[in-house]
C-alpha cells in the first residue's frame, strides 16, 4: 500500500507545497518526465523551468504537454547565484522544474524547500541526492529501455524508464515502477512492485 492519501497515479504528479527529487544519469528520460510533472499546472498558471546547464529547449516542454504559453525558462548556471534565483521563482509561481548545480548548500537545499512549502510550490529538483527530509518523494532513475531504434538508426518507438520510489510519498516503502513514454505527452505508469529495503542501494 501507498499509504491512505496515495494511490499509483499520485507517483506522477506533485502537489502544491510538495518537493519532487529526480536522481539519475544523463539519458534515461528524468527531464523529460520533470517538465511532464508541470504540465496539469501549465493548465491554469505559469510554470518555470530553472535551468542550470543551458540545454532545455522550450519545444522539449511542450511535448510533454506544457503549455506554450505558460512556460518560462530561466537559465542560471551560476551555482553561487542560483539558490537567490530559486527564492525569487519560488515568491512568484506555482509549480517549478529546477536542475540543482552540484555545489550548492544543502542548507540553502533546505531553506528552498520550507519555502515551498510555506508558498505551496509544487517542485521537481534534478541533479544530485538532496539532504534527507528535503524531498517529499525522491525517483532514482535505475534502467532504460528502447524500442524502435536499430543501431542508431530508426525511429523511437517507446521508452520505458524503471524507477526506484522513496521518502514520504510512498510511506517510507521503497516501490520500483515502471514509466512508459511513447514519445507524446502521455507518460504512463505500467508496473509497481514493492522493493525489499536490503536490496534497495
Known amino acids: 500500500m501507498l499509504g491512505t492519501d496515495t494511490t499509483l497515479d499520485d507517483l506522477l504528479v506533485v502537489r502544491p507545497g ?3 527529487e529526480m536522481v539519475g ?20 498558471a505559469p510554470v518555470v523551468v530553472l535551468d542550470s546547464r543551458g540545454w532545455i529547449s522550450p519545444p522539449a516542454a511542450w511535448e510533454t504537454g506544457v503549455q506554450p504559453e505558460r512556460l518560462v525558462v ?18 512568484g509561481v506555482r509549480a517549478l522544474y529546477a536542475e540543482v548545480p552540484v555545489r550548492v548548500k544543502e542548507q540553502d537545499l533546505r531553506r528552498l524547500a520550507a519555502m515551498a512549502r510555506a508558498r505551496r510550490v509544487a517542485v521537481v529538483m534534478r541533479g544530485n541526492p538532496l539532504p534527507p527530509g528535503v524531498s517529499h518523494l525522491r525517483l532514482r532513475a535505475i534502467g532504460v529501455t528502447w524500442e524502435g531504434a536499430d543501431r542508431g538508426h530508426g525511429r523511437l518507438g517507446r521508452r520505458r524508464l524503471v524507477l526506484e520510489a522513496s521518502g514520504k510519498g510512498v510511506a517510507g516503502i521503497p ?27
Open 175 to 201: 516501490r520500483i515502477i515502471e514509466v512508459e513514454d511513447e514519445g507524446t505527452d502521455v507518460v504512463r505508469l505500467v508496473s509497481d512492485v514493492v522493493v525489499d529495503r536490503v536490496a534497495v542501494g
Open 25 to 44: 544519469d544523463l539519458g534515461t528520460g528524468l527531464t523529460r518526465l520533470g517538465l511532464r510533472l508541470l504540465a496539469d499546472h501549465s493548465r491554469t
Open 74 to 91: 530561466v537559465r542560471c548556471p551560476d551555482h553561487a547565484l542560483w539558490p537567490k534565483v530559486t527564492a525569487v521563482l519560488l515568491e
Open 18 to 20: 510538495r518537493v519532487v
